[in-house]
């Protein structure tokens, strides 16, 4: 399974969520199906995503918020883990794409090549309910509807080849993309913050 | 002898540079505190528990207008924080000095570099009249580290003054788009 093939499938739901990314590939394989102005893609400070989804879900309890994880990432922020269960954000969604590899620097394994690391082991251990661990596009599929159905914290960690795309680079300026993505998210809230499904 | 203490060598150790009448937490400066911070109408908070943070921490539990995020690293507050803004709810961080040390890249690699504001009250341990050792050397380097990332800061010594002090962080992290820090030091701390 790769990435790009489980964020394409996902792109069309993205479209009245809240999303947040972490750097490199995942941001790229997002961004080059069409940006939205309410992607917001960290490009650095390595394991923050999922943090700022939690600041993102607990203020905006009417929008449903979406992040991007990968294992590089989230080992450097393996608290985020308990901080999640014990204010349990109802309406976040947290993908964690393991690809054993810290990828975007180089390829270099990342501790859960091994196999012997499991982040969704992790992940429960920290008393988060709902994870799903999953290897096929299809249980990826499946995992993320059922998150989006089911009105608590879901984690999904997904098992991806260590693939990115070919080229990196976006037409977007970091501090204008954070920028936008606060425009969208007041904008949503003037207008009276829809519940999406 | 008299007066027998149970404690551990290392304990003991130590102990000999503390005064006998310990210091205590400030109940009233920590109320002052609190009541500044909902004065200049924040409405959420993440902290780490640290001994001079506790009291303002029970009120900020015990509130049920304060959105109250407990992390187990202070980095993880820099995220949290930067949702809350970009949510629009006023948030300010609330951690010891050696918890801004840990949370250092977030602040740079995501506040920073995205103009995210921080209003970070840091608890300004290891500095003058600390007794205990292990605060020292993060005390002696935290207004460097502070002008190294250029965070602008204040000190906050008196109760008369502090709730202005907090008000006016806030208000200039909000223009200018920037991590600012308030020190909360033991003049105001302790008793």
Redesign the interface.
């Known amino acids: 399974m790769e990435r790009a093939g489980c964020i394409e499938m996902m792109y069309p739901e993205l479209e009245d969520k809240v999303v947040v990314t972490i750097m490199g590939a995942s941001a790229q394989e997002l961004y080059n199906l069409g940006h939205r102005e309410n992607f ?1 893609y ?19 309890p009417n929008e449903r918020v979406v992040v991007l994880d990968g294992d590089g990432s989230v080992l450097m ?1 393996l ?2 883990f ?2 999640l269960a ?2 349990r954000p109802k309406n976040m969604i947290h993908v964690v794409f393991d690809n054993g590899s810290l990828l975007s620097t180089g390829g270099f394994d990342s501790q859960t090549a091994s196999g012997m690391t499991d982040i969704a082991a992790i992940a429960r251990g920290a008393g988060i309910e709902h994870v799903a661990a999953v290897a096929t596009t299809t249980d990826f599929g499946e995992a993320f509807v059922e998150a989006l159905e089911r009105n608590d914290l879901s984690v999904i960690v997904a098992k991806v080849a260590a693939v990115g795309p070919e080229h990196y680079g976006m037409d977007l300026h ?2 204008e ?3 936008r ?2 425009r969208w ?2 904008e949503r ?1 003037r207008a009276g913050q829809p519940v999406t499904a | 002898m008299q007066n027998t203490r149970h404690v551990a060598p290392a304990a003991r150790y130590f102990l000999r540079f503390i005064p006998a009448a310990s210091m205590t937490v400030s109940y009233e400066n920590s109320k002052i505190i609190f009541d500044g911070i909902k004065a200049a109408g924040i409405k959420s908070l993440s902290a780490l528990p640290e001994t001079w943070l506790g009291l303002l921490l029970q009120r900020a539990e015990d509130d049920p207008d304060i959105e109250l995020f407990q992390v187990a690293k202070e980095e993880e507050a820099v995220g949290i924080a930067a949702g809350a803004y970009f949510a629009g709810t006023p948030h300010v961080l609330l951690m010891q000095n050696h918890g801004f040390f840990g949370a250092i890249n977030g602040i740079v690699s995501l506040a920073q570099l995205y103009h995210v504001p921080l209003c970070m009250l840091i608890a300004y341990r290891g500095h003058w009249g600390e007794p205990y050792p292990w605060h020292t050397r993060g005390g002696i380097v935290t207004e460097e580290v502070l002008r190294a990332l250029s965070i602008p800061f204040e000190y906050a010594r008196s109760p008369e003054r502090v709730a202005k002090q907090i008000r006016e962080a806030w208000v200039f992290s909000q223009s200018s788009l920037s991590p600012v820090a308030l020190l909360l030091t033991r003049d105001l701390m302790e008793v």
Not at chain 1, 46 to 55: E, P, V
């Open positions: 917001f960290l490009q650095h400070a390595m394991g923050l995503a999922s943090s700022i989804g939690l600041g993102l879900a607990r203020h905006l922020n608290g985020t308990v901080t014990r204010y970091l501090p993309n954070g920028f993505f606060k998210i007041a809230k």
